[in-house]
C-alpha cells in the first residue's frame, strides 16, 4: 500500500474511530484554517482603518453582504460535507464522490448567476442600509468582490470537501496561502499602488484566486485526494441534490439571517448615534469574532465526527461527540473571554491605530468587553447546530439561528435600545440577552432530538439483527 493510499485510509478511520481524538485531531487544523480565514477578513478593515473612519464604516455595510456570499459557499460546503461523511460512515464510496460532484456544480451555477443579481442591485441595498454617506467607498470595494464571488464560492466547497475526508491540514494550508497573500498584498495596493479601498478588493481577490488554483492542482492534477472527482462520476440525482440543498440551504439562510441582523444592529445604531457607532461595532465584531474561533473550529469538527457517527447509525459516538464538543467549547470560551477582557483597550488598537481613527479606542474596548459574555455560552447553541447539519437536519439548524438571531437578539436590542433609552450599550446588551436565550433552546431540542434518534437507531439495529 503506497504512502498516499495510507494516508487517505487513515483520514477516513479517523473520522470513524473514537469521537474525542477525532474532534481534537480536526479541530485544531480547523481552528488555525478559521484564524487566518479571519485573518484574511481582518486584514481589509485594518488597513482601511487607516483611510478613515467612512472607509472603515463602508466595510461595515459591505460585511453583511460579502458575508452572505461567504455563507453560500459554506452552506453548499456543509451540505456537501455532511452527506460525504454520512456516507463515509456508511461506508459508500460512491455517494462520496457523486455529493463532492454535485457540490462543485452547483458552486459554479451560482458563481454566474448570484453576481448579475448582486452587482446591479448594489448601489440601492447601500442605502436602504443607511450606508448613504459611505457609498462611494462601498461600491468601490463591493463591485470587485462581489463580480468575482466565484473564487470565495469554490475554495469555501473545495476545503469543505478536503474536510470531509479529514484532509484538514490540506484545508488549512489553502486558507494560509490566501490570508498570508491578502495580508501582504493590501498595504502595497491599498497605499504603495494608491489605489485605495478598491485595492482592498482587488488584494482580496487576487489571493484567494491563488487558493483555489492550490486546491484544483491537488484534486484534479495530483489526484491524491480520497474522494473521486472525475466529471465521468458524475451521475445526476434528484435524491442527492436535495441531500445537499435541505442542509446547504438553511445553512445559508442562517448566514443571511446573520448578515440581515448586522444589518438591523448597524440601521439601529445610525438612528441613537452616528456612522461612527457602525465603525466601532462592526470593529469590535471582528475581534469577538477572533476569540470564537475555537469554537466554530470544534463545531466544525463535531460537524464531521457527528456526521459519520450518524451515518453508521452509531448513538453512543454521536452523544460523546456532542458533549464533549460542548464542555471543551465552555472552558476554551471562558478563557478567552478573561484574556479579551482583560486585554479590550490593547486589542482595540487593531482598528484605531491611525490618527482619524484614535478616537474610537475607548468605545471598541467597551464593546468587547461587553461581548465576552456573548461568548461563555455560544458553545451551547452552536454545538447544537453543527449537530443538526451532520445528521442532515439543516432545518433545525436554521430555526436555532432564526430564534437567536433575528427574533431573539433584534427584538432585545430594540427593546434594550431604545424602549428603555440605553441607547448605543442597550443595542449591545440586547443582543448578548438574545444570544443567550436563543443558544440554549438550540441546546435543549439537541438533547431532544438525541433521545429521539438513540431509540430509532435501537430500532434499526435491532431490525438488522433479526434479518442477519
Known amino acids: 500500500m503506497t504512502t498516499e493510499v495510507k494516508k487517505k485510509h487513515s483520514n477516513i478511520e479517523l473520522i470513524r474511530g473514537d469521537p474525542k481524538k ?14 487566518l480565514i479571519m485573518a484574511y477578513n481582518i486584514a481589509d478593515s485594518v488597513w482601511v482603518a487607516g483611510l478613515g473612519a ?3 464604516a463602508a466595510i461595515g455595510f459591505i460585511t453583511p453582504l460579502f458575508l452572505i456570499v461567504i455563507g453560500l459557499g459554506n452552506g453548499i460546503g456543509s451540505g456537501a460535507n455532511s452527506l460525504m461523511a454520512r456516507a463515509i460512515g456508511a461506508k459508500n464510496k460512491a455517494l462520496v464522490n457523486n455529493a463532492a460532484l454535485h457540490a462543485i456544480v452547483i458552486t459554479l451555477i451560482i458563481s454566474i448567476v448570484a453576481p448579475l443579481i448582486l452587482v446591479p442591485l448594489l448601489p440601492q441595498i447601500i442605502t436602504l442600509m443607511g450606508g448613504g454617506e459611505t457609498l462611494e467607498y462601498a461600491l468601490a470595494y463591493g463591485n470587485i468582490t462581489f463580480g468575482l464571488m466565484i473564487v470565495f464560492l469554490f475554495s469555501s466547497v473545495a476545503s469543505a470537501i478536503l474536510r470531509a475526508e479529514g484532509d484538514v491540514n490540506r484545508a488549512t494550508i489553502a486558507m494560509a496561502i490566501t490570508a498570508i497573500l491578502n495580508i501582504v498584498l493590501d498595504p502595497i495596493f491599498i497605499y504603495y499602488l494608491g489605489m485605495g479601498i478598491a485595492g482592498a478588493g482587488w488584494a482580496t481577490i487576487i489571493s484567494a484566486t491563488i487558493s483555489c488554483v492550490v486546491m484544483i492542482y491537488w484534486m484534479w492534477v495530483k489526484k491524491d485526494t480520497y474522494v473521486d472527482l472525475h466529471f465521468s462520476q458524475f451521475k445526476p440525482s434528484k435524491a442527492v441534490l436535495f ?3 435541505k442542509v446547504s440551504i438553511p445553512s445559508t439562510a442562517e448566514q443571511f439571517i446573520m448578515s440581515l441582523l448586522a444589518m438591523v444592529i448597524n440601521a439601529m445604531l445610525v438612528m441613537v448615534a452616528t456612522t461612527d457607532a457602525v465603525a466601532v461595532y462592526t470593529a469590535g465584531m471582528r475581534l469577538i469574532q477572533i476569540a470564537m474561533i475555537p469554537l466554530m473550529g470544534l463545531g466544525t469538527a463535531l460537524l464531521t465526527v457527528g456526521g459519520a457517527a450518524y451515518g453508521a447509525r452509531n448513538y453512543k459516538k454521536l452523544n460523546i461527540s456532542l458533549n464533549y464538543t460542548v464542555k471543551t467549547g465552555f472552558i476554551i470560551s471562558i478563557v478567552m473571554a478573561i484574556i479579551f477582557a482583560i486585554f479590550a483597550p490593547q486589542i482595540a488598537l487593531l482598528f484605531s491605530y491611525s490618527a482619524s481613527t484614535a478616537y474610537l479606542t475607548p468605545q471598541i474596548a467597551t464593546l468587547i468587553r461587553l461581548f465576552t459574555l456573548f461568548l461563555i455560552f455560544m458553545p451551547f447553541g452552536m454545538s447544537a447546530a453543527c449537530l443538526f447539519q451532520g445528521a442532515g437536519r439543516g432545518v433545525n439548524s436554521l430555526v436555532i439561528t432564526l430564534l437567536r438571531s433575528l427574533i431573539c437578539e433584534s427584538i432585545f436590542a430594540y427593546l434594550f435600545g431604545f424602549v428603555f433609552g440605553m441607547g448605543e450599550v442597550g443595542i449591545y446588551c440586547g443582543v448578548i440577552v438574545g444570544g443567550f436565550c436563543g443558544s440554549m433552546f438550540g441546546y435543549a ?19 438488522k439483527t433479526v434479518e442477519s
Do not use: G
Open 445 to 463: 431540542w439537541s438533547r431532544i432530538f438525541l433521545n429521539k434518534t438513540k431509540k430509532l437507531f435501537e430500532h434499526h439495529n435491532s431490525e
Open 22 to 35: 477525532a474532534i481534537n485531531k480536526l479541530s485544531v487544523p480547523m481552528m488555525a484554517s478559521m484564524l
Open 54 to 56: 467612512e472607509a472603515l
Open 243 to 245: 441531500d445537499i440543498l
